[in-house]
């Protein structure tokens, strides 16, 4: 090769490295170059050594490129000379559309060179179709303004049918007068063994981040100043700290505070060893802490040190351990503090182990009972049953027993003891529970007496008692059955009941109350004996715990004096039915009677109240101030008389039963104010404020308006009747659930006394007779008003406190649904 066409070659590589690696990294510093991309780095050294020499061999580049532009020497000399570099080089001609290749970029992608051909569309033809465009050649024609130097990566097809990346760096030496390239030089590298490896250390990155953020464990990277550098997924979510708050913070600054020197002691382990294992808590956002186990190693990250901490939560481990530590706990509690003694015994029955109950009844020290046998603790007559216990206890593994304990001070007590074959650490032992049964014999005792007792009790009883099994046979007898049988008790049981009790059996010979009995049937008849004695004989089955028919119990009595009680009380019965009938008929003649004294006195009494309204209306002319006052009271005592009477009409109505509602469509707020209407003067008399809140969505409902009237008229009558001077009355009206008309009055007056309460809505019923004369009244208001609520499908009810005021509940369908019944009194506060 000639010295100026070595020349040549070296100053045209070292322009083709430099301009690749501008291209391919301008924002890529050069630690970055050799740590990420080493493909970048292989270029460079080239570049550097190339530069190396082409220093030595030629002078100026400049004298270069005023060669190739001038074209001194020609191409096929620059071919000649890079035939054996293992750099693939180029010449484009683009004015021509040949492509001159080397050895080299042919055997790249596995051709002979003479296979090549010299035209730009077979270089096209080997482009990958989506690498097309990336072609240099394919886009330098769309933009004038483009820089000379290129560089593309590119999948080019190989001779044996596989793509391979290459990469492709180019140079414009040659430009015509409009600035489009003429001649374009340049090399190609292959890349594929860097693409591959990039891949799988993609891929490899991929595996690592889908572990580390798969990983149920907390995991942390940190440098070795232990400032957090990355942290996974299962980390944040169980600690609720995001990744941009954590990183670049310590695990310190969220270690509770109770670990934070034993923390810092692990990180000085972790820097001589290079690994450290612990436990710790931290802190979560919410505040609550979490118990970890940490296991710390020194590990190579990014080309430098650092600590991988894994976290593995233990809150479960702990909470476990808190179980059997408050499970062994419970146990002792309950081994120490049962109220029952508790030895645990080998197959020898020595004493292995006793609760302090058993100390502390029988009176000695836990290590002087553990030297104790059995037999030292019981008394002499059940020592000798020791031995059998043993036995029955290694035959059945489990027996029940009753002994007597004796104490240290010599005392004794009986108990049952409970005894079973464990196992326990390998070996077989014997858990013995012992009860102190003191109370149950006491018990025992007490039944017996008890049963004594109600023999006794039975003995003495007028009635004659059986009680008989199943098979009718008399199992015992009272002392007046005995009697009355003739017989000793000894010699009644074990009889069956046809033997020797004729009151029991019927004309057929049968004992049917005793075969009831044995069917489970209580039964009663009568029996009239001979001598006209007449008896009665009631039968009751007993059943055991499960309800099965254990027998049955037979009382008999003789019913003859009460039988004649009974028929004189019939007489005086029937009498009485004639007197009630002869009263109900004076009932009747006065309920018309009232009925026809309230149609006479409306009459008269309409003329007083009509001649007073015209007197108070100034009608007949001007009153002085007495004759006013005198006007006024006429008025007032005809209206209150007016009152009477229609309550006087309406008991005789209800009581006939000919009273009637014409039920028609009416709104509640109407009725209110033509009621507070007719009040109006007493509310000024007494100096009484109303407070009316009337709901403005409230309907129509079917009603009868002068009965709804006389309901809310008798209501706040008696609110202004037992208020104070001055006070104030409440109303208000709403719906409930849309079809239920809910309507309030309350006062805050003296209120009812709680004794009372209960018989407020009593036909005649006054509180008391000083309050009657001071307030006046006839008791028949509430009872008119209870009355009217029921014909009209409603409730109404009373909620007071004693010196605290009265509030009356009323409640009635606004669409004829009908109201649950409510006439009971309501004790809270108003």
Known sequence: MQPHTKRVFFVCICIMLFVSLANAAPEISTGEIFIQHYDLSILLSLFLFSLLIVALKIGPIRTLSNMLHGE????????????????????????????????????????????????ISFWNRLAHPDDWKNLFFNSFHESIDQNDNFRNEVRMLAKHGVWKWVAVNGTVVRRDAQGSPLKIIGTQLDIDHIKKAEKEIAHSEHKFRTLFHSANDSIFIQDMDMIILDMNDAACKRLGHSREQMLGTKLLTITSPEFLSKEQEMQKELLKNRYSVYETSYICNDKDTVPVEVSNRVIYYENRQAILSIAKDISRCKRVESALTQSENKFRYIFDNVNDEIFMQDMDFNLLEVNQVACQRLGYTKEELLKLRPEDIETCDNSPLIKSRMTAINHFNHGIFESEHLRRDGTTYPV???SSIVELDGKKRILTI???????????????????????????????????????RILWANKAACDFFNNEHSAIIGKLCNEIWPVGVDSNGNCAIMQANIKGISREVERTTPDGRIWSVKGYPLKGPRGDINGGIVVTLDITERKKAQEQIQKFNRELLRMNEELKSVDRIKNEFLANLGHEL???????????????????????????????????????????????LYLSYVNSGKIEYNFELMHIGSSIDEALAKIARKLEDKGITVDKRISHGLSFMKAEPEKIQELLHNILDNAIKFSHEGGKIEISAYSEEEDILKIEISDHGIGIPEDQLNSLFTLFHQIDSSMNRRYGGTGVGLYICKNIIMAHNGAIWVASKEGKGTTIHVSLPLKGKTVDRKEYIDLTDN
């Open 72 to 119: 001194k020497y020609p191409f096929h000399d620059l071919k000649i000379a890079l035939a054996d570099t293992d750099l693939g080089v180029w010449e484009l001609d683009m004015d021509k559309g040949t492509l001159n290749v080397n050895k080299r970029w042919a055997c790249m992608l596995g051709y002979e060179p003479e296979e090549i051909k010299p035209h």
């Open 434 to 472: 012992i009860r102190d049964i003191t109370e149950r014999k006491e018990a025992e005792a007490a039944v017996r007496k008890h049963e004594i007792e109600k023999e006794m009790i039975l003995d003495g009883m007028e009635e004659h008692v059986v009680y008989h099994d199943l098979d009718l």
């Open 602 to 648: 409306k009459t008269p009494l309409s003329s007083v109240i009509g001649y007073s309204e015209l007197l108070d209306s100034l009608t007949l002319g001007e009153l002085n101030e007495v004759q006013k006052k005198a006007s006024e009271s006429i008025y007032r005592n005809a209206e209150r008389l007016r009152s009477l009477i229609d309550s006087l």
């Open 416 to 418: 049952e003891l409970s």
